[in-house]
DNA sequence: ATTACTATTTTGCGAGTAG
DNA sequence: TCTACTCGCAAAATAGTAA
């Protein structure tokens, strides 16, 4: 069995949220009355209202309405939802494509992945859910811009979840993995988005059991070339 | 109100139609039995034959189904509505984009197009529909490579439809117009593609009131830059 | 093993209408 | 105008089972 948000959704649902980003409700609020919507698409105004009311319930919209019309916003799982099914799509049309190339430039961060990464309680999960120990420290790439598009599409694939958990300062979110390969490595290695990026980011963090910027030998501005394998399950369960 | 094929189905076939895409049932048959269907996307067996069939009735697969299992195939209409999802999905994901940009080659065709494009019962239409008539030649365009994937966008989105007629001696298709601008050119362009081309084709005919050829002074090989607008009417019906 | 029929239940739509 | 409730009907899902 196969694990998507599309299929908790009708193809009423996911009309509606590829119209609402199509009118840039991925960015800001945007007016819309559902009557306009029923028009649209072709339905009762009830039934417009009905998949406003859930896509809220979901929790990938925000949705505020009122006798005057609603004022609705993509929240990023909304978003999310839309880049796995433009991951499926792809794969679909390129049934042999087996992996997307990524380019990007080395630089220096702010440590901050580095502290997330070393996280104990992170540590035992990365162990058994990838495999390995990761090396105390992130390798940050600024993706450049050309490929930026296929980040997204990235982002669209199913990751490895490393669960969050509730320190006595703060909570850690789950950290999602996206296995790849580093031009060069052997090591495995596991892209992270940074927290709270989205479109536009131009960011990836690597992981792996090996210190990259030492085993490469790579300076800041230096070029890597990233590798993401489309393995799909062929028509099994 | 829009017009999409994509609303005549539900999620789950839609899901269906990526899920054999992706198995490269575009291509050629595959095996498959409605149980393992019913495993992948946790639904009924009952439920998995119901979506085949309508999928069948729908004409978007073909479909043979036997006491040893079911043998699939898309057909280009079913390939089709993947298209109209990803142009409708790329829209929504890049609300900036407002064009696309493709490079070609111009080279010497057959005089086919020629030959369709001249049929006065076309001409009529074509007044009608692209409000010009054109000029009775076509110009042939080989696309290169990396763009391939952007005429593959194109065949997406909704076309102008030039309808088709019987003659005497043989039936004449719809004839599919995609608006478009060829750069350094004022007049009105519109390509279409060739009869019964399809994935992986690279060829995209180009008319226009004016003779593009003469207009623009190309020889064959010389480099065409085309554009293909996005504008997406903003909220109404 | 399959596919796919029938019966039953569940879900979902639109009309009318209240707030 | 809007949103969004109830209600009656229609469409679609599952379970059981035949072929």
């Given at each position: 069995m196969i694990n998507l948000d599309?299929?908790?959704?009708?193809s009423r649902e996911i009309a509606l949220l590829i119209f609402l980003a199509q009118n840039r409700a991925a960015e800001k609020e945007i007016e819309i009355t559902t009557t306009q919507l029923a028009n649209f698409f072709n339905i009762s105004q009830q039934t417009a209202s009905r998949c406003l009311l859930k896509l809220d319930e979901m929790k990938v919209v925000t949705w505020k309405s009122s006798p005057k019309g609603s004022l609705v916003k993509l929240k990023p799982a909304g978003i999310h939802i839309l880049d796995q099914l433009r991951f499926e799509l792809e794969k679909a049309l390129?049934?042999?494509?087996t992996s997307i190339t990524l380019k990007g430039t080395v630089f220096a961060g702010r440590g901050e992945g580095k502290y997330y990464v070393s996280q104990p309680a992170y540590m035992k999960s990365f162990r058994s859910q990838l495999g390995y120990e990761p090396f105390h420290g992130t390798l940050n790439i600024r993706i450049s811009a050309h490929y930026i598009d296929y980040l997204d599409l990235i982002r669209g694939s199913w990751p490895i979840i490393i669960k969050g958990f509730e320190s006595e300062e703060r909570p850690f979110d789950d950290v999602l993995c996206y296995p790849l390969k580093v031009v060069g490595l052997d090591a495995k290695v596991a892209g992270i988005f940074p927290r709270r990026s989205h479109y536009g980011a131009n960011v990836l963090e690597l992981i792996s059991k090996v210190n990259i910027r030492e085993e490469l030998n790579l300076e800041n501005d230096d070029e890597v070339v990233i590798e993401f394998p489309l393995k799909q399950k062929e028509g099994s369960d």
């Open positions: 599309i299929f908790n959704l009708s390129h049934p042999d494509l």
